[in-house]
């Protein structure tokens, strides 16, 4: 594989490990559906903008337990949401950063959750341990 910034503007001949971040969200069945649908668009919308990536890539799935199935502190929102990203690695920390703010952020916006009832992790998988939609070679 070519190594190239992830922070640097793609080029045409950019390579496919350009080209996979994976948000997957783990929220409350309380939402309501019409905000799940926002929300979900939102941050499907964010993906090019913040992780430099051509406008079709990128994926986002929601799913949603319902409360009795979910425990936190009891001091702590029950509605608590917590974020999945994989992407492949060598984007700055300052990138990354920014992008989960803006996670959280449009989270809060669409569910009232609080950010700090917000938890993201950014899981970083070498392209020859992923496979799928498009050729990674």
């Known amino acids: 594989h070519r190594e190239c910034s992830r922070d640097a503007p793609l080029t045409p001949d950019a390579r496919t490990e350009e080209r996979m971040p994976q948000v997957v969200i ?3 069945s309380s939402i309501r559906p019409q905000d799940v649908t926002a929300l979900v668009e939102a941050i499907r919308e964010s993906i090019p903008r913040f992780l430099n990536v051509p406008e079709h890539i990128g ?3 929601l799913y949603t337990t319902p409360g009795e199935n979910r425990r936190a502190h ?3 929102d029950q509605r608590f949401i917590f974020v999945d990203v994989t992407m492949y690695p060598g984007r700055s920390a300052e990138t990354k950063r920014k992008f989960l703010e803006n ?4 989270i809060h916006q669409y569910t009232d959750v609080a950010a700090q009832d917000v ?3 950014v899981h ?3 392209a020859e ?3 799928g939609g498009v050729s990674h070679e």
Not at 103 to 106: D, P, S
């Open 74 to 76: 009891a001091m702590r």
């Open 59 to 61: 994926q986002v799935l």
């Open 26 to 28: 783990h929220a409350s």
């Open 103 to 106: 996670l959280v952020l449009l």
């Open 124 to 126: 970083e998988v070498p």
């Open 129 to 131: 341990n992923y496979f």
């Open 119 to 121: 938890n993201c992790v």
